[in-house]
């Protein structure tokens, strides 16, 4: 059952555990697709006819378009009706930065990515990531992490490969070609997402979705407060 009519989002229960990345990577398109349906008011049972029976996906074989159904319906259930609406809107920046920040709630590994190593950079006033930043935080976190280093190899490297992908998808982080790096690329989220978050008392994920404003406020107090330890 769809939590659409709700009032307030779900808790996320996953929020606190390491958890794969496999499958369904970003999916802008379909979850935008599944988002208009429920909020127009579709059924769970219209919207598995219109997916597995008629492809409404375009996903070739039943079993990913079960697969892809099952991962979009669990970050979207986990949302109340303004966040479905803003997936379903027109406007691309409030869809695509929406569809990041269910992904993140649900990924702690992105979350740990962002906060230890971009943000990190941020605060050094570097805006460029490499290749080799990114390895050394996935390889310390298999290191230290026992969920991390039960998983099979392949699930590893393809886990760390979606969260990295997320976030040049998010727009977060734009590939420089050639060099193996990454420019980090902070931005105003739209106001409407914005103020949603911080009604709902969601305010600690826009530091983590890099919103412009908030990181300046953040490196604004920290500057501050190193300047008077100082004194």
């Known amino acids: 059952m769809s939590s659409i009519g709700n009032p307030i989002l779900l808790e996320n229960k ?5 958890i794969t990345y496999t499958r369904c990577l970003f999916a802008f398109t379909e979850t935008v697709k599944i988002a208009s349906l429920l909020a127009r008011g579709e059924t769970l049972e219209n ?4 997916v597995l029976r ?13 697969s892809s159904l099952r991962i979009i ?6 949302l109340s009706a303004p966040y479905i609406q803003f997936i379903a809107s027109d406007h691309i920046d409030v869809q695509r930065l929406t569809i990041f920040w269910t992904i993140l709630r649900e990924h702690r590994l992105l979350r740990e990515l962002i906060r230890e190593v971009i943000i990190e950079k941020l605060y050094r006033l570097e805006r460029v990531i490499s290749d080799r930043d990114l390895q ?4 310390t976190k298999y290191e230290q992490q026992e969920a991390i280093k039960s998983w099979s ?3 590893y490297q393809k886990t760390a490969s979606h969260i990295v992908t997320t976030l040049v998808r998010a727009g977060l982080l734009y590939p420089i070609q050639y060099r193996k790096q990454y420019e980090i690329r902070p ?4 106001r409407e997402l914005r103020d949603q978050l911080i009604a709902d008392g969601w305010e600690h994920y826009l530091l983590l979705m890099l919103d412009f404003h908030h990181l300046h406020q953040v490196t604004a107090r920290a500057l501050n407060t190193a300047s008077m330890g100082s004194v």
């Open 187 to 190: 931005a105003p989220l739209p």
């Open 14 to 18: 996953s929020e606190n555990e390491y």
């Open 136 to 139: 050394d935080f996935f390889l």
């Open 47 to 50: 919207i598995h006819d219109l």
């Open 54 to 66: 008629k492809d409404l996906l375009q996903v070739r074989s039943l079993a990913s378009r079960k």
């Open 73 to 78: 319906l669990k970050r979207l259930n986990s």
């Open 153 to 155: 190899e392949s699930t």
